[in-house]
Every structure is written in structure tokens, then in C-alpha cells.
């Protein structure tokens, strides 16, 4: 069974920085891209940024200039946030386009969500 666990959401002050950082565990052949998206209350859950197997980013136009999404391994990501904003308040999850095994019949995968305050 596949597992995306993250680490590192907080609370923080406007202006602080955080790194989220999830690393998938379990049987897995193959990740494509991996990434963040976040969620507030009342709100859809919304693309931060992906990065995929050669390492190319895409990031949502809230997070270009103060937001970089990094692949040290082909199954752990980081997120590097800075200049944190009130409005960068949410719970931010983890995801991975996962292939189990050789047939490559990926699905997407989520993990728990960490929560990021940051206070005004």
C-alpha cells in the first residue's frame, strides 16, 4: 500500500518562512509528477506547485517569486516557502501520480494534509 506522508506545516507570522517536506512509502514502480496543492475552509482545493520525474516545476501564479517545490529522490518532495502571507493559510497535501507495478496504470495519490497558519 502506498503512503504519502508530510512534514513541516506550523504556525508562522507573516513574512516567515516554512519547507514542507513527504516522502512516499510502501510498493511502488514508478512516480510521476509530485507536488502540493492546498485546501482553506470554504475553498476547493487549489494547485501550489509539481514537479515531475526530470525535475521540471509548474507553479500556481499564488506561489511564482516565493515558492519552490524541489525532488531530492524520485519519491521525496520539498516545498520552500517564503514571504508566507495570511492568505497562504490552509491544509496542504502532499500528492503523487503513482504507478504500482510495470503496466504503469497510475492513479493519484494523497496524503493526510499538514496545516499552515500564518498569522497577520
Known amino acids: 500500500q502506498v503512503q504519502l506522508v508530510e512534514s513541516g506545516g506550523g504556525l508562522v507570522q507573516a513574512g516567515g518562512s516554512l519547507t514542507l517536506s513527504c516522502a512516499a512509502s510502501?510498493?511502488?514502480?514508478?512516480?510521476?509528477?509530485m507536488g502540493w496543492y492546498r485546501q482553506a475552509p470554504g475553498t476547493q482545493r487549489e494547485l501550489v506547485a509539481t514537479?515531475?520525474?526530470?525535475?521540471?516545476p509548474r507553479y500556481a501564479d499564488s506561489a511564482k517569486g516565493r515558492f519552490t517545490i524541489s525532488r531530492d529522490s524520485a519519491s521525496t518532495v520539498f516545498l520552500q516557502s517564503n514571504s508566507l502571507r495570511p492568505e497562504d493559510t490552509a491544509v496542504y497535501y502532499c500528492?503523487?501520480?503513482?504507478?504500482?507495478?510495470?503496466?504503469?496504470?497510475?492513479?493519484?495519490?494523497w496524503g493526510q494534509g499538514t496545516q499552515v497558519t500564518v498569522s497577520s
Open positions: 500528492y503523487g501520480y503513482i504507478s504500482t507495478d510495470s503496466r504503469l496504470n497510475g492513479g493519484d495519490y
Open positions: 510502501g510498493s511502488f514502480f514508478r512516480i510521476d509528477d
Open positions: 514537479v515531475d520525474r526530470g525535475g521540471r
